[in-house]
């Protein structure tokens, strides 16, 4: 069975779903996710929700097309680096899907919120690096977030959106493919 990015869905967390919430947080890696590390359901709740007021987007639950509800996904702004990070976090049974949740959080942000550029972050060794580098993000090295007061290193990895960037003709800048010519 094939699965498309296009059949995902970004869900928001509401209030009638907190049963659905404590079962995420029961059944996925938290230590992948600091952001909902060691706190109750109703607090993830209510920060995921200050989150969404304050940011305009935020991390929810998703599905497929089946309804099934992959896990956790979304766009978080880390304020370290001033940009939006994609978050996934999939339940263990959906694990292979995880490019299929990259690939749409990567559309909705450079498509529908006209990003110009989003950053993940993965621990080191981990799997999530190869779904990282399979969708075209870059390692820009390792990194300790100030937002989580724990001391996780992390490999930080950026996208630029390709679709936005101008072209040095277009910007009325000189560009030339024979570097020496400029010197």
Known sequence: MDFKAIDLTLNHFNIEDKVLLADLLANTQQQRFPVLNNISAEQVSALLGAHKAEHGTGIGFIKDGYEDVLGFAGLHYLADVEL?????????EFADRANYVIEYLVYEAFSNLGLDKVCARALPGHTDEVVLKENGFVCLGERVFAEEGLETIWNYYELENEANMTSAEERNSYATSDWDSIF
């Open 84 to 92: 939006y990070e994609t978050v996934c976090q999939l339940q263990p």
